[in-house]
């Protein structure tokens, strides 16, 4: 364990607090006009999910775990969770699903992926920011719709739905950013 000044922590990184591993979600540090500054954070306790709120001081002291950040490749799915493997020594890991949530929507085959691990357990994993998918289901452009600020909903390839812009068509290969599904252009291939 390593004690970290509060305001440094940042989405992603693991801390220990009474024993207990919390990933965090949101860090703010926040500057009240009068008073002492804190760093609110937003937690997710790893072993159970729970979801948890805290303030500190932002020159308090926090124990922050050691966790292993390595690339690694998502191989497939099954009723254990979902299977990587570490291309540098082949090991596989089972990342339990509830570690995954939405974003197994984005996982495809042999994607590359960053995994936290710790003590051999994954705990976090980070996705590309930003995916090509195609559009399946749509709705015809209207003519004289301007592209200016009107979206139409559409389904994309794994499932997920987005808004796109109406000049896009069933068919046609888009960009995502993983985090939120949204719309960000035209794939260039």
């Known amino acids: 364990m390593v004690k970290v000044i509060a305001s440094t922590l940042r989405k992603g990184n693991v801390v220990d607090i009474d024993g207990k591993l919390y990933v965090v979600l949101t860090a703010d540090n926040i500057h009240p006009g009068k008073g002492t500054p804190v760093t609110q954070l937003d937690m997710r306790r790893i072993s159970d999910g729970t979801k948890v709120s805290e303030r500190y001081r932002t020159t ?59 003590e051999g357990v994954a705990i976090a994993i980070e996705l590309p920011q930003r995916m090509v998918l195609e559009v399946v289901e749509t709705e015809p452009a209207m003519k004289g719709q301007t592209a200016s600020s009107s979206y139409k909903p559409a389904i994309l390839s794994n499932g997920v739905r987005s808004a796109v812009p109406p000049h896009i068509a069933v068919g046609t290969r888009i960009v995502v950013m993983t985090a939120d599904g949204s719309y960000v252009e035209r794939a260039k291939d």
């Open 60 to 118: 308090e002291q926090v124990e922050r775990a050691l966790v292993e950040d390595r690339p690694y490749t998502f191989l497939y799915s099954d009723g254990e969770g979902f299977h990587f493997m570490n291309p540098e020594n082949y090991d596989q890991i089972a990342v339990s699903p509830d570690v995954i949530g939405e974003q197994a929507a984005y996982l495809s085959d042999g994607m590359q992926v960053h995994l936290s691990v710790h």
